[in-house]
């Protein structure tokens, strides 16, 4: 299983086509931040590129916390999102140790699905997909008695 | 489409309020360019001065803005302070899509706040507070205070002013998300007017996307096109920052006030050199992936036993021909300085550039004296030249409160207007020919960019006055419909008018997309009319001297060729800019 990683942002250039075609391709929206990935600068652009997204946590506090089973954990880590059964509490977004889910003013959270997506619109190639290390693959003495 | 007429912010900093209004016209004046001029027509007043609390700063985005890449540019219109006629600057950064995301198409700001102030605008934003504490402060430096004072980074855009702007310079910038810049004919002073130090346009609202999936296929032809095609290749690699070397070997290259357009000592000021020894990385407006944008750095010692500071400064072509060649600049570091300490102030770099060249060229001729420009000017001292962009942009003494209202202003006075080089505004960095002289000198922004003049220049030997003229009037207009997109002029090879159609069409404005030509001709019209209320004589624009001097590759200018060309496209100007009587 894959996860989205930001591998190589010192080459950002800050054109946010990740998020524009994340929030198009995905989310079927016009928008730069209702998307899995979002783009930031520190402080201004002198800075240089941060970018927010989903670090594919197992397990994954936001669905831990998700009441509904909207979030549910992932196998090998990372979250699925089911956006029918949201209702809008927001938890997932507190419990999110790394900011990654963007709640719009409706409350929708927007997260990361892993997919890749992004990865072929980002000009600089500073996304990648890698294959997950799972920890929980590799089963420990004890959980394996 | 998100809908098929305008939404249009009112800021009134009078009051402190806003008001959101809806007009229609989309489908005669699309946006942009189009859009602003109707509302300069509203909001305007062609009889007041500049400065009147009245007069309207006009921010305006178009059709396809954030739905596809390279949309991704602002127009702002003023009334300018150069020349108190109707102008129009354009601008990246993130400010076109935070304006899309804001759920603005325009954004009109009219009255004078009370204090110096900063306004915060968006979907759900809207706020101005008191920033007094910012007065005399650098672009750069209010930019880091403001940041902190709004939410919402990395989805939004701020536009600030530097001194320059507080001093009402006639060519101050405004500064657009540090690297970008409304940059020609003092949209930095209009602010400055309305005692507004920053504007920070929150885009925190999406929208949905058409349905079907001729947008999203489309989408990814065109992005395909502009990142697997060699098309932008010069944009993203070297850089505007190429034409240096280009332009020299052309002997079309301004050198020390236009004395020269040919240097062999241009070595370290090329885009190769300095992207081989002074560029540290690539930055890109918000939707763009070509990621123009160039940024280098200079560093200085500040203490003996090796102690350093660095700082990272924009460039490209205009930069490296204003504050490069033009002033005799033949070292990196030194151009690169030069250029910060412009941005600090908030100046618009070619006219500060060309306006020290006019200067240090009248003091050698001995028309001002040092008193006057209380350093010594010398074509290639970079130091003497940071402390006079320092003055000017201070307005330090009479000499340069006057040089900051136009180099023409002060050779009014000094005496020197034969050695100006003023097209307009002071020159662009294209010593190409007649047809670009004349093109810049009487086009609308005074920009390189209004029509391909300086292309034209170099694939025509001939002197055909007529085609020539044809020629500016046809490709002004094929621009003017981008402008109104409003799309950054580097894809222009890449947004035919045929795709311009299927973009329009695939985003749900199958009407406007029939309506291109008609709707080209209008936005053509309205604007020159616009600036014609507002003064604008083309006749009366004359070419100074300094323009019929210049040897370029082809050989000397010929001066009547460019006076013939002169006369002719003003007439043409006036006949599309002729207001009807009803
Ligand atoms: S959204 Fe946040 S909490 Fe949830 S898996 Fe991703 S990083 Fe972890
Ligand atoms: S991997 Fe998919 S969900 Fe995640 S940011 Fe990219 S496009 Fe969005
Ligand atoms: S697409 Fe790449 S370069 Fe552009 S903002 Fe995203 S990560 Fe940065």
Known sequence: MKKLTAARMERCIGCHS????????????????????????????????????????DPAPCAEVCPTGALTQRREGGVIQKRKLCIRCGKCAEACPVDAIFLDHEVNPYLCIHCGRCVEYCPHDCLEMVEIVSERSQPTQEEAS | MIRDHFRVYLVDLDTGTMQVLERDGREQLCGGGGLAAMLFQEFGHADRPWDDPEQPLIFAIGPLTGYFPLMSKTVCAFKSPYHDQYAESHAGGRSALSMRFGDMDALVIRGRAKRLS?????ARTFELRDVNFLRGRDALSCGRVIR??????????????????????????????????????????????????????????????????????????????????????????????????????????????????????????????????????????A??????????????????NY?????QVGYDYELLFAVGSMLGITDSFDALRLMDTVELM????????????????????????????????AFGQADDYMAAIEHLARNSNEFYSLLSRGTLKAAEVF??????????????????????FAAEGLGFRHSHLDTGGYSYDQKHEEQDVDHAVDFLVEDEKSRVLLCAMVSCLFA???????????????????????????????????????????????????????????????????????????????????????????
């Open chain 2, 307 to 311: 102690q350093y500071l660095y700082r």
């Open chain 2, 415 to 436: 005496g020197g207007g034969d050695f100006a080089c003023v097209l307009g505004q002071e020159m662009a960095g294209y010593a190409t020919g007649e047809v670009f």
């Open chain 2, 492 to 582: 222009r090879g890449v947004y035919s008018e045929e795709l311009l159609g299927r973009a329009l069409e695939s985003v749900g404005y199958d009407k406007l997309a029939g309506a291109m030509p008609s709707m080209a001709e209008n936005i053509q019209r309205i604007r020159w009319q616009t600036r014609v209320q507002t003064g604008y004589d083309a006749a009366a624009v004359r070419i100074p001297k300094r323009f019929r001097e210049v040897v370029t590759w082809k050989g000397p200018v010929d001066p009547d060729y460019m006076e013939a060309l002169r006369t002719e496209y003003a007439r043409r100007i006036m006949e599309i800019g002729a207001v009807s009587e009803e």
């Open chain 2, 287 to 304: 939707g763009c992936p070509v990621g123009c944008i160039h940024i280098g750095y200079v560093r200085e010692k500040f203490q003996e």
């Open chain 2, 118 to 122: 900063a306004l915060a605008v968006g």
């Open chain 1, 18 to 57: 990740c998020s524009l075609a994340c929030a198009r391709l995905v989310h079927k929206q016009l928008s730069w931040n209702k998307a899995g990935i979002r783009i930031r600068s520190a402080g201004g652009l002198s800075t240089g590129f941060q970018a927010r997204l989903c670090l594919a946590c």
């Open chain 2, 148 to 285: 902190d004072m709004f939410p919402g980074s990395g989805r939004r855009s701020m536009l600030r002013i530097g001194p320059a702007g507080e001093n009402r310079c006639s060519y101050a910038c405004i500064n657009v998300d540090t690297y970008r810049h409304f940059g020609r004919m003092g949209a930095g002073a209009v602010m400055g007017a309305k005692n507004l130090k920053a504007i920070v346009i929150l885009g925190d609202r999406g929208f949905p996307l058409p349905e079907g999936k001729a947008y999203t296929s489309l989408f990814k032809d065109v992005y395909k096109q502009l990142t697997d095609t060699s098309i932008m290749d010069k944009y993203h690699g070297l850089g505007t920052a190429g034409n240096v070397g280009a332009l020299n070997e052309l002997h079309a290259l301004p050198w020390r006030n236009l004395q020269q357009t040919h240097d062999p000592d241009v070595d370290a000021i090329t885009g190769e050199r300095m992207a081989e020894d002074r560029l540290l990385r690539n930055a890109a407006c």
């Open chain 2, 346 to 377: 908030g100046l618009d770099v070619m006219s500060t550039g060309v306006a020290l060249a006019w200067a240090t060229e009248a003091q050698e001729k001995g028309l001002v004296t040092e008193e006057q420009t209380l350093v010594p000017l």
